[in-house]
């Protein structure tokens, strides 16, 4: 997996959360729509996301743009750890 790869991944992980979290933006996104996701001031992956995004939409089928404006720190959802041995 390439960097756009992973950044795509990434991203897509942070979208599916936000839209859990705010599931009235889903309404806003037509049923089978291809959503592709670009990122703010982040020209290469936006060109590489929009080519593959349309590559893999089928004929007919919307197409949502979805522009990641802003990302907040990342930090751990882990509550609770336990280590054995080192």
Do not use: C
């Amino acid at each position: 997996m390439n960097s756009l790869e992973r950044r795509n991944s990434l991203l897509g992980m942070e979208f599916d959360r936000y839209i859990k979290e705010h599931p009235e933006f889903t309404k806003r996104i037509p049923d089978n729509a291809q959503v592709i996701l670009l990122l703010e001031g982040d020209e290469e992956f936006n060109k590489w996301s929009i080519r593959v995004g349309k590559e893999q939409a089928e004929i007919n089928q919307p197409i949502v743009y979805v522009t990641i404006k802003k990302l907040g720190p990342a930090h751990s959802r882990i509550e609770e750890l336990e280590m054995v041995g080192g």
